[in-house]
């Protein structure tokens, strides 16, 4: 079946650097996406999302990329601080019904 | 202030017990969902309600049952629980919104089923 994924489940970064976490999804009918932030031992918390109309939207420190064509999406962060360690999913909304398919996580570790 | 809060945080449980989680939420918000969180997976959705006499089943519905008692509340339950059930369960809400309506989390609760 058609699932929404990521390339990597693990991410490890300077503290300072950019990072760029990624997310590969199968369907076409596709039309909503959104990135979650969960730090241990709390909910996904919201932090950005896109629709199927645009190509780049940016929020503070935060910009999602979303490629139509290659149906991949990237969550890139500018200057990585160490609270940003957490696990991040990528969702997308397939019919419009408000049901979301998780991918399953990539951990992101900010090193000092 | 919480907006979506969740009841019991922590629960260790024996097989064979029936178990209630409990989510309330302050949003106004008319949909609500269960999921549970495997580790290493993403998160899985087990029953969602669009309004107080809606119930719809999820991917994973088997062997749960839910009541949505009001707007604000939606509840899940285990009614024989099993050691397969161990896991992290999030509540969520959202408004009703066509295309982009964005969910909101519960902190979770955290099911041991020995």
């Known amino acids: 079946g058609e699932s929404v994924g990521l390339h990597l489940p693990t991410l490890s970064v300077q503290e300072g650097d950019n990072s760029i976490i990624n997310c590969a999804y199968s369907?076409?009918?596709?039309?909503?996406f959104i990135w979650y932030k969960q730090e241990s031992g709390k909910g996904p918390q919201f932090i950005i999302d896109?629709?199927?109309?645009?190509d780049k939207r940016q929020g503070q420190r935060v910009t999602v990329l979303l490629n139509k064509t290659v149906k991949h999406l990237s969550l890139q962060i500018a200057a990585t601080q160490p609270g940003d360690s957490a696990v991040y999913f990528c969702?997308?909304?397939?019919?419009?019904?408000?049901?979301?398919?998780f991918g399953g996580g990539t951990r992101l570790m900010v090193k000092p | 202030d919480a907006d979506v809060t969740q009841t019991p945080r922590n629960r260790i449980t024996k097989t064979g017990k029936r178990i209630m989680l409990e989510c309330s939420q302050t949003?106004?918000?008319?949909?609500m969902y269960w999921y549970r969180q495997d580790p290493g997976l993403g998160l899985r959705l087990i029953y969602y309600s669009f309004d107080v006499k809606d119930i719809n089943k999820g991917e994973i519905s088997d062997g749960y049952s839910v009541s949505r008692q009001a707007q604000a509340k939606f509840s899940l339950s285990l009614e024989s629980a099993i050691p397969n059930q161990t896991a992290l369960y999030f509540c969520?809400?959202?408004?009703?919104?066509?295309?982009?309506?964005?969910?909101?989390f519960g902190p979770g609760t955290r099911l041991t089923v020995l």
């Open positions: 969702a997308e909304n397939i019919d419009a019904g408000n049901m979301l398919t």
């Open positions: 896109i629709r199927s109309n645009m």
């Open positions: 949003k106004g918000h008319d949909r």
């Open positions: 969520a809400t959202s408004e009703n919104r066509v295309s982009t309506d964005t969910q909101y």
């Open positions: 369907n076409s009918a596709s039309d909503y």
